[in-house]
T-cell receptor, first 119, second 108 residues
């Protein structure tokens, strides 16, 4: 059974469109994340949610809006897509948030990624 | 914010030990160091995590000197299947900072 799943795996769309990427984890984790990996393979965190509450919001355009309907799901909606949004987006989950919450840092489990191509 | 620096690439041969070093000069007292492995078209996968001195698991060892300004991932006797990108991650409070990754190529 897949631990962290993302849909779709590939997404090709035109500039200006609005699209969503869905993420689900069946590990019972409290914390979920979205990362962006660019063409040079740099991995950068975008958002983190703990039990449906936003705890990390990096400098990301407000065209990106995460939504967590429950702690097993963290979806990413992107408005008015731009060419520079083309990347691979990874969802991840961990048992608890990173340090700063009284516990040691925990292993993150990543999804397979969604390759977004904006034309 | 802890910045990390890793070599861009490394080559090795099957059966050799590989050591990849990550520099993190401004790591804070409570930060942990974690290494991830990524194969093409897959998400990163956890390898090992440590705070100080040495940590060993079934796949790797992590060496962290006393000043904690660097760490070294050691892969014993690599095989072709260890060809991947290896990332060093510093958890600085709520900030998760990945290094640029080291592309390891294992040759026969």
């Amino acid at each position: 059974d897949t631990a962290v799943s993302q849909t779709p795996k590939y997404l090709v769309t035109q500039m200006g469109n609005d699209k969503s990427i869905k993420c689900e984890q069946n590990l019972g984790h409290d914390t979920m994340y979205w990362y962006k990996q660019d063409s040079k393979k740099f991995l950068k965190i975008m958002f983190s949610y703990n039990n449906k509450e936003l705890i990390i919001n990096e400098t990301v355009p407000n065209r990106f809006s995460p939504k967590s309907p429950d702690k097993a799901h963290l979806n990413l909606h992107i408005n008015s897509l731009e060419l520079g949004d083309s990347a691979v987006y990874f969802c991840a989950s961990s048992p608890m948030p990173g340090q700063g919450y009284g516990g040691s840092y925990n292993e993150q489990f990543f999804g397979p990624g969604t390759r977004l191509t904006v034309l | 914010l802890a910045k990390t620096t890793q070599p861009i690439s490394m080559d090795s041969y099957e059966g050799q030990e590989v050591n990849i070093t990550c520099s993190h000069n401004n790591i804070a007292t409570n930060d942990y160091i974690t290494w991830y492995q990524q194969f093409p078209s897959q998400g990163p996968r956890f390898i090992i995590q440590g705070y100080k001195t040495k940590v060993t698991n079934e796949v790797a060892s992590l060496f962290i000197p006393a000043d904690r300004k660097s760490s070294t991932l050691s892969l014993p006797r690599v095989s072709l299947s260890d060809t991947a990108v290896y990332y060093c991650l510093i958890n600085a409070g709520n900030m998760l900072t990945f290094g640029g990754g080291t592309r390891l190529m294992v040759k026969p």
